[in-house]
């Protein structure tokens, strides 16, 4: 199997598709062959040996274009660690886990995902318009340090005996 990892996502606004490419980054900066793409410009799975999926959530979704990725990929991710995540919470909620959506939390077991990583998003000031209640909540939630984290955790798994140089 191919030591190559495609992070890939889907997003509406732009802040799943930033937390994508930072895990990215993370990765490649531990030694991984990784390919970061939009989840319409990925023809196959099966050229990479692990995957991580990103979706936004919204209202409890996940954007219908992720939850059809998994389910048209589900028996290659089978085959491969896939890591699952969504963004989306934002102001005093950024923190909170957000409940994974039934038909992902359905594909996510059949693949045998670890559990789905929740990560803040972001509320740009274009998507509040007439929204009074939400424009004291705009501005970037998202939590750098915690994607980077989560992100090398995933190279760990990838690489475990990988010695720093």
Known sequence: MSKKVLVT???KMGATAGIAAAVGS???AAGLQVDVQELGAVQ????????V????IYEGQWR???????RRHERQLRNRPVWLFHSGPIGPSRHQEQPVP??????ARL????PVKTLAGELQADAVTHHRDLERLVGDSRD?????????????TLEPTRQPT
């Open 26 to 28: 993370e990765l490649r």
């Open 111 to 114: 693949i045998q995902a670890p």
């Open 44 to 51: 196959a799975v099966t050229p990479y040996g692990a995957v």
């Open 102 to 107: 039934p038909d992902v939390a359905r594909l």
């Open 9 to 11: 996502y889907a997003t």
């Open 53 to 56: 999926l990103g979706s936004a």
């Open 64 to 70: 219908p274009e992720a939850v059809r990725f998994l």
């Open 144 to 156: 750098w340090q915690e994607i980077r984290a989560w992100a090398h955790q995933i190279a760990t």
